[in-house]
């Protein structure tokens, strides 16, 4: 169950973020990854189209207040976390991610279709959790095989192109959006109606297109037994792997304090003043900015370290709330939050699921970056409702730059945290 970092390839005992010497081995793309990446291409335009617009349909459209709002962009962050960890202990004992993950696409391709019914906050809010358990269900097998297909010595490589492909997606659903209601004022129904069709696309790739079975490192370890079911395999001392609890505890930290993009693009919009239908275009900057992060910021820290990379992402989410809160800053404030929100997610989607993956045991892989996953979406769920509640007492540019202040010791404390790896980041 407990694995020294010595006892996987490029690994380095005693030692959390262990770089492995990716420079020896040239770096081949698995056709898993491409597909996976292609899923999540379409999956991310049906989602994040509806993300874009989102905002504004509930406080505009709808009508609702911050709090409203900030309730059903805190389920957006943390519903998944229902279920993450049972669906990565299930990917894990059946040996097949792709019926796990097949079923958490599938069941956010269903709640598209609720989008077009719902008329308030209750059938909403519904709906969002329905939409956010199929990507709480889907996330950790998926990441699982991403894991499985990649060179081990380049690992976050292989999940920074995954996300690039995924955030090709993010950016195109947002302009959809935003040509949607260009074309259709107010056409919010439409927006829904597309977001469903790229979601059906994405579950016909993965269903006709991706092995059942990673044809990767699996291949070469014999199957291991699977016994029955027990609560206690469930618990945490059966995932505690070295330096796991200290990663979690420091992603934990810093995603309680991670505000969700809709309330900082809400800020700027009350900043600039810009018309309704140029509001998707803040998701468009963000998410090309994260494309064009997330290759070169996976091959850093393979090279550099993952540790520091991950806490860099923190340094830029924290420079983009100043930029945010400044009073007067123009539309080149406005393009550098977006840039560095970009930056953020670049350094951290990816490599937190590198690291999950360098520490734990293969065996259970899939629970262990369920629980890892489980325990930002908790954290960012809190942070989303806490969040709007203080938008709403304080003001939008009081609560945001409450937030940094206490974002910049939390990133020390992450740091802290991690203070093992140190090591780690020097090596080639």
């Known amino acids: 169950m407990y694995i020294s970092m010595s006892d996987r390839k490029g690994g380095h005992k005693d030692q959390l973020d262990s ?13 898993v990854i ?11 335009i049906s989602s994040e189209s509806v993300a874009a617009i989102l905002p504004l349909y509930v406080t505009g459209f709808l009508g609702l207040s911050t709090i409203a709002f900030g309730i059903i962009d805190g389920i957006n962050q943390g519903a998944s976390a229902i279920v993450r960890i049972g669906a990565g202990w299930l990917s894990d004992r059946t040996g ?3 019926r796990v ?8 391709m269903l709640a598209r279709i609720g989008f077009l019914f719902a008329g308030g906050f209750w059938a909403l809010a519904g709906i969002v959790t329905g939409d956010r358990i199929g990507k709480g269900i889907r996330t950790a097998p998926r990441d699982a095989m991403i894991s499985d297909a990649a060179q081990p010595e380049h690992l976050a490589r292989s999940f920074g192109v995954h996300r690039m492909m995924d955030n090709i997606g993010a950016a195109a659903g947002p302009l959809i959006a935003f040509l ?3 074309l259709i004022p107010n056409g919010f129904g439409t927006v829904f109606v597309v977001s469903l069709a790229f979601a059906v696309i994405g579950v016909a790739v993965l269903l ?29 001392s059966r995932l505690k792997e070295q330096g796991l609890t200290r990663l979690v505890l420091a992603a934990g930290l810093l995603g309680l304090l991670t505000i969700g993009d809709g309330f900082v693009y809400l800020l700027l919009q009350d900043r600039e003043a810009f018309a309704v239908q140029w509001f998707p275009l803040l998701y468009v900057g963000t998410n090309a900015a994260f494309l064009a992060f997330a290759v070169p910021l996976g091959r850093l820290a393979d090279r550099w370290g993952r540790v520091p990379v991950f806490l860099a992402g923190h340094l830029a989410l924290l420079a983009s709330y100043v930029l945010a809160v400044v009073p007067a800053g123009g539309t080149a404030a406005t393009l550098g939050c977006l840039l560095l929100l970009g930056f953020f997610y670049a350094a951290t989607d990816g490599v937190l699921a590198a690291l999950v993956s360098q520490v734990a045991a293969r065996e259970h892989l899939g629970a262990a970056l369920g629980t890892a996953q489980t325990v930002v979406a908790l954290s960012r769920m809190a942070s989303a409702a806490g969040f709007g509640v203080l938008w709403y007492a304080a003001g939008s540019g009081v609560a ?4 940094a202040l206490l974002l910049a010791p939390a990133v020390a404390s992450a740091a802290f945290l991690l203070r093992g790896a140190a090591a780690g980041a020097a090596m080639p």
């Open 208 to 236: 006709l297109m991706v092995p059942g079975r990673t044809p990767g490192r699996r291949k070469q370890e014999a199957a291991p037994a699977r016994p029955r079911f027990r609560w206690a395999d469930l618990k945490w």
């Open 400 to 403: 945001v730059a409450c937030v």
């Open 180 to 182: 949607l209601l260009l």
């Open 34 to 44: 491409l597909w996976l990446g292609i899923v999540s291409m379409m999956t991310d």
């Open 96 to 98: 097949h991610p792709k």
């Open 101 to 108: 993950a097949l079923a958490g696409y599938g069941l956010s």
């Open 19 to 31: 770089t492995p010497a990716a420079a020896t081995t040239a770096f081949r793309l698995s056709p």
